[in-house]
């Protein structure tokens, strides 16, 4: 069976610009969570969606935004990228919302310049 | 506030036994999970516990005491491809469950 799939796996971009990563949840698995994790820090809680509804968000601005599809895929979107922004995203899938076992992507790696 | 405490880093060597040590105080607790980290990779499931007690598995345990707020992830008979950190997390329930990370426990294994 396919794991969490997430694209793409590198990105740069500059100052300003939006950028939008992508998760495929492991099949059947109805919840996906956002996470940022900088370099040499724990991931950090972005984003949960449940069956396509927002379920919670982190302490991050409103140039953060995601969806979940029909298909349960989901979209993390940022605009207006500061340097700050640099980091690891990682996208995790479970059964349920906020389920026991928290099945992580490989990530996508994000360089703000 | 949520706040996750674990050591920055530590070393051991190939053959020993490995203590990671994690303090918590949040709100909302509803279980502990234990995640490995390899650089540059995602983070993959090592133990969950949610009772007081220890988890045992494998070479890897873990132990819970809620009233203390404490965890420690034992790793015996270390190995080479142990090196990585590992990373405390608390599962929080605040109308919704989420995970919150500690910074995570660099290990480094020499021979």
């Known amino acids: 069976d396919a794991g969490v799939t997430q694209s793409p796996t590198h990105l740069i971009k500059t100052r300003g610009q939006q950028v939008t990563l992508r998760c495929s949840p492991i099949?059947?698995?109805?919840?996906v969570s956002w996470y940022q994790q900088v370099l040499g820090q724990g991931p950090q809680f972005i984003f949960q969606y449940y069956e396509k509804e927002e379920r919670g968000r982190g302490n991050f601005p409103d140039r953060f935004s995601a969806r979940q599809f029909p298909n349960y895929s989901s979209e993390l979107n940022v605009n207006a990228l500061l340097l700050g922004d640099s980091a690891l995203y990682l996208c995790?899938?479970?059964?349920?919302?906020?389920?026991?076992?928290?099945?992580f992507g490989p990530g996508t790696r994000l360089t703000v310049l | 506030g949520q706040n996750i405490d674990q050591p920055t880093e530590m070393t051991a060597t190939e053959g020993a036994i490995v203590q990671i040590n994690c303090t918590y105080q949040t709100s909302g607790f509803n279980g502990l999970f234990w995640y490995q980290q390899h650089a540059g990779e995602a983070p993959t499931f090592l133990s969950y516990?949610?009772?007081?007690g220890l988890e045992e598995k494998g070479r890897f345990s873990s132990f819970l005491s809620r009233s203390k707020g404490y965890s420690y992830l034992l790793l015996k008979e270390l190995q080479m491809k142990d090196s990585a950190s590992y990373l405390c997390a608390v599962r929080v329930n605040t109308g919704f469950q989420k995970l919150v990370f500690g910074t995570g426990t660099r290990l480094l294994v020499s021979p």
């Open positions: 099949s059947g698995h109805k919840s």
């Open positions: 516990n949610v009772l007081d």
């Open positions: 995790a899938s479970s059964l349920a919302s906020g389920g026991n076992e928290q099945f």
